[in-house]
């Protein structure tokens, strides 16, 4: 099994800052990208920002020069620091790992995991 397990998000007044934070655990071979999404009510999840291993970034439109993503390899783990947030910057932030899988008879297996998100609220 694999879990994704986020912490850090919180309330914050415009202008403040955020670190986020997602673990995976499990029987992970390697993972490849990491990404962050989110979602705020009656709207669809949206890509964030995502990093691959080799340190490749993207970032949404939205948040560039103000969000940072960055990877720990080793520790299989995803942050996210944002900084200059503003209110519409609300919403429940997801990690997503693109893995693959211990390989089960000789057969590697690329899977998308979510974790269960983290609510970022940001006050004006």
């Known amino acids: 099994q694999v879990q994704l397990v986020e912490s850090g998000g919180g309330l914050v007044q415009a202008g403040g800052s955020l670190r986020l934070s997602c673990a995976a655990s499990g029987s992970i071979f390697r993972i490849n990208a990491m990404g962050w999404y989110r979602q705020a009510p009656g709207k669809q999840r949206e890509l964030v920002a995502d990093?691959?291993?080799?340190?490749?970034?993207r970032y949404a439109d939205s948040v560039k020069g103000r969000f940072t993503i960055s990877r720990d390899n080793a520790k299989n783990t995803v942050y996210l620091e944002m900084s200059g947030l503003k209110p519409e910057d609300t919403a429940v932030y997801y990690c997503?790992?693109?893995?693959?899988?211990?390989?089960?008879?000789?057969?590697?297996?690329?899977?998308?995991?979510w974790g269960q998100g983290t609510q970022v609220t940001v006050s004006s």
């Open positions: 990093i691959t291993r080799g340190g490749s970034t």
């Open positions: 997503n790992a693109d893995l693959l899988k211990e390989p089960v008879r000789g057969t590697f297996r690329r899977d998308d995991y």
